[in-house]
């Protein structure tokens, strides 16, 4: 059985970091989409940053440059470095694995999902 969990949520003043991990257990497919994906309350879930299996990187316009997303396949586990965080990075972070072959940034199709991390961004 797959099991996503995410870690490294937390509190921060704006301007701070935080760098999320997530453990994959149980066979996943490597050779498709991972991601990091966020829902804020009362809003959608939306793509943060997904990686491909030629360790592509496709990130969301609002974090272009503060944010890094990374994999360790010895260790199975998918990281989110985020610096400059902002009130608005405020969210619900959530893993997603064996994403469609080629990542879009969007979260149809990942068939394996964390309990996600909370990231809480104070002025």
């Known amino acids: 059985q797959v099991r996503l969990v995410e870690s490294g949520g937390g509190s921060v003043q704006a301007g701070g970091s935080l760098r999320l991990s997530c453990v994959v257990s149980?066979?996943?497919?490597?050779?498709?989409?991972m991601g990091w994906f966020r829902q804020a309350p009362g809003k959608g879930r939306e793509g943060v940053a997904q990686?491909?299996?030629?360790?592509?990187?496709t990130y969301a316009e609002f974090v272009k440059g503060r944010f890094t997303i990374s994999r360790d396949n010895a260790k199975n586990t998918l990281y989110l470095e985020m610096n400059n965080l902002k009130p608005e990075d405020t969210s619900m972070y959530y893993c997603?694995?064996?994403?469609?072959?080629?990542?879009?940034?969007?979260?149809?199709?990942?068939?394996?999902w964390g309990q996600g991390t909370q990231v809480t961004v104070s002025t």
């Open positions: 997603a694995a064996d994403g469609p072959p080629y990542c879009s940034g969007s979260d149809k199709f990942f068939q394996h």
């Open positions: 990686i491909d299996t030629d360790d592509t990187t």
């Open positions: 149980g066979y996943i497919d490597r050779r498709v989409c």
